[in-house]
């Protein structure tokens, strides 16, 4: 079975600095790999996904990640962070059985804490 | 075109109660799938299903639950004899028919159970 693991529970950075979240994945196959946010009190927002190409993938409001299959990490990345960008954020792989699906694993989530 | 719509947002029920959380997905999506959000952890796969059929309730508790999602209106989850336990915020998701892997899938609001 797939799994995903967030090794930090919190990280957290000073406005204006480059921030990194962590996370590696397990999966059978080709891996599908998403990054989404989740604010408080809100649904997740979906950031940005690796399917296949290159291993730097950007998204939506300035995050990036990389993919490295020989470490089997997605870190998320960015080059400056803002203090709108405090929130949770969750890593997740699809089951590569449904191939029409989306049916999702998800690591335990990072709380991202960027100060002024 | 509205996003995933579920409701109510908010649901109170007393234990013993039944709850039915509702979900609309995005125009066009056939897939849905049902997520939980226990306090300060990460979501749970629970069920996937598309219009008519279930195709993964491998996350699905044994008892109280269960969720549909017919040919005409929304997905329901619906959990019977509510217990404190099952106090957390479940999240519906839907993606699009296509074969085609390059596809995320998009989160509703949630609902918010609470069982007093």
């Known amino acids: 079975a797939q799994s995903v693991a967030q090794p930090e529970d919190q990280v957290n950075v000073a406005e204006g600095n480059p921030l990194t979240v962590k996370c590696t994945y397990s999966?059978?196959?080709?891996?599908?790999l998403f990054w989404y946010v989740q604010y408080p009190n809100r649904g997740l927002q979906f950031l940005l996904k690796?399917?296949?190409?290159?291993?730097l993938v950007k998204g939506s409001y300035g995050f990036e990640a990389e993919f490295n299959k020989s470490q089997t990490s997605f870190h998320l990345k960015k080059p400056s962070a803002l203090v709108s960008d405090s929130a949770l954020y969750f890593c997740?792989?699809?089951?590569?059985?449904?191939?029409?699906?989306?049916?999702?694993?998800f690591g335990g989530g990072t709380r991202l804490m960027v100060k002024p | 075109n509205a996003g995933v719509m579920q409701n109510p947002r908010h649901l109170v029920r007393r234990r013993g109660q039944e709850a039915r959380l509702r979900c609309s997905p995005m125009?066009?999506?056939?897939?849905v799938y049902w997520y939980r959000q226990l306090p300060e952890e990460g979501l749970k796969f629970m069920v996937y299903?598309?219009?008519?059929?279930?195709?993964?309730e491998s996350g699905m508790p044994k008892e109280r639950f269960s969720a549909e999602f017919p040919k005409e209106g929304p997905s329901i989850l619906r959990i019977q004899q509510v217990v404190r336990g099952d106090s957390a915020a479940y999240f519906c998701?839907?993606?699009?028919?296509?074969?085609?892997?390059?596809?995320?899938?998009?989160f509703g609001q949630g609902t918010r159970l609470t069982v007093v």
């Open positions: 997740a792989v699809r089951d590569p059985r449904y191939n029409a699906g989306n049916m999702l694993t």
């Open positions: 998701a839907s993606s699009p028919p296509s074969p085609g892997r390059n596809t995320e899938a998009f």
């Open positions: 690796y399917i296949t190409g290159d291993n």
């Open positions: 999966v059978s196959g080709n891996p599908y």
């Open positions: 299903l598309q219009k008519e059929n279930i195709i993964d």
């Open positions: 125009k066009g999506h056939s897939h």
